[in-house]
């Protein structure tokens, strides 16, 4: 079955350092990889997808089909970061998984 | 448009009764989608629609639970019965295109505790 895993519940950062946000993902095919965020009070957004290569607000994620991963990046932490992130694997109309979420939190 | 609206917000219910939740896509979606988010976990599916027809559901939706999108607008979710394992987050989504995976379009959901 498809599956997406983010190990971590929470991370917690200091301003100005980098950040990785573990994603792995299951599937045997060629699944569509998404990261979305959810900002206190907000409604879940999309951050960024795989098939468009954007750098969005600073954070960059590589898709590395051998270790079936999608991890997200930034190099240098602000505070207007911390959120909930969920990384999401899709597959053909409606098959959208999401992984139970990491809590980042960036710390002055 | 102010995109995907859901109502109500909040919903309390005792045990045994029924729901009913509305969610309004964006105009030109022709995709609508279901999810159930509890505490501690990410949105997991219940159900999907391609303009009106309900093409598929999880085994996640009980009997009690029914989804309709007449005329393809505006979608309805009616749990009947309602448990205590019910109370959850309803989201619901929206996106355009056929074929492959498009970004979704979140509304803020309708919160159901079952008392």
């Known amino acids: 079955a498809q599956r997406v895993t983010q190990p971590e519940k929470l991370l917690s950062v200091f301003k100005g350092a980098p950040v990785e946000l573990k994603c792995n993902y299951s599937?045997?095919?060629?699944?569509?990889l998404f990261w979305y965020v959810q900002y206190s009070r907000q409604r879940l957004q999309l951050l960024l997808r795989?098939?468009s290569r954007e750098s969005i607000k600073g954070f960059t994620a590589d898709l590395n089909k051998g270790e079936t991963s999608f991890h997200l990046k930034k190099p240098f932490a602000q505070e207007e970061d911390s959120a909930m992130y969920y990384c999401v694997s899709a597959t053909g109309t409606y098959k959208y998984i999401f992984g139970t979420g990491t809590r980042l939190k960036v710390l002055a | 448009d102010t995109g995907v609206s859901q109502d109500p917000r909040h919903k309390i219910t005792k045990r045994g009764q029924n729901v009913t939740f509305r969610c309004d896509p964006i105009s030109e979606h022709n995709r609508l989608y279901w999810y159930r988010q509890t505490l501690g976990q990410g949105p997991e599916f219940l159900t999907y629609?391609?303009?009106?027809?309900?093409?598929?559901k999880s085994r996640l939706l009980s009997d009690r639970f029914s989804a309709e999108r007449p005329k393809g607008s505006f979608s309805t979710l009616e749990i009947q019965r309602t448990e205590q394992g019910d109370s959850a987050m309803y989201l619901c989504?929206?996106?355009?295109?056929?074929?492959?995976?498009?970004?979704?379009?979140f509304g803020p959901g309708t919160r159901l505790t079952v008392t």
């Open positions: 989504a929206s996106s355009r295109g056929t074929g492959v995976p498009y970004e979704q379009y």
């Open positions: 629609f391609q303009n009106e027809a309900q093409l598929e």
């Open positions: 599937y045997s095919g060629s699944p569509e």
């Open positions: 795989h098939i």
